[in-house]
């Protein structure tokens, strides 16, 4: 197989693409796939999409683009990312980039991998978590998930969840300083949650990605200039909370 890099959310922060298109400049990978949330938060989604569009081997439709397309859609978000959408509707509308969103799929197979912005239940709408809202861990429903519904194929990558794990059947798998490398044998089921390039949500403010060559896979964790991009939330009108957090990885 041939290496690969995955990136996911990049929620138009564009100095975060950039430095990790840049760190994959140096990693000899053949390949880049986005499993989408391009656009929404940020500041930056015309120049965003037009970079992934030219950078990408795969595009996937995220929530966020879902919205965008969708406007009653956005109803269902929280007000500042609702605004947010309204906001990036706007500006692609105006530059006349709606039409590079228009025909993406939010997953696809490739063998025996499935690419999707979500999970392999729901590959546009459900998150890929470790503890639901009250606490409870769903380990069970994902032990469940990677016996029932990997059939067709054994490696699920995902995105959407904004935070860097593996999910085995025998638990969670956690990147770390010390650890960021992983073997993958031939006969195991595995989701790989990507993280975020572009809002990190794991308490880490630096852009996030994954690289697979088929026997393993690598996280990577890339420093960029986020006071920049929180300026620019800033000076648009957009929520201050969106540039908030950046500094925050949460």
Known sequence: MRKIAVISDVH?????????????DGLGVEAIYSLGDVVGYGPDPEACLLLTKDRCFLRLLGNHEHAVLNPDYGDTFNPAARQAIDWTREHLQKAGLLDCISDLQ?????????????????????YLVEVNRSGYSTFDEIVDSLENDFIYFRICFVGHNHKPFLATTEGFIHPHQEMNEFQVS?????????????????????????????????????????????????????????????????
């Open 12 to 24: 138009s922060n564009l100095e975060a693409l950039e430095a990790v298109l840049a760190r994959i």
């Open 106 to 126: 939010p997953y696809t197979r490739e063998d025996e991998i499935l690419f999707a912005h979500g999970s392999a239940q729901n590959a546009l709408h459900e």
């Open 186 to 250: 031939m006969e195991e089921k595995l989701y790989i949650s990507v993280g975020s390039v572009g809002q990190p949500r794991d308490g880490d403010p630096r852009a996030c990605f994954a690289t697979f060559d088929g026997s393993k896979v690598t996280y990577h964790r890339v420093p960029y200039a986020f006071e920049t991009t929180a300026e620019k939330i800033r000076s648009a009108g957009l929520p201050k909370t969106l540039a908030d957090r950046l500094a925050l990885g949460k």
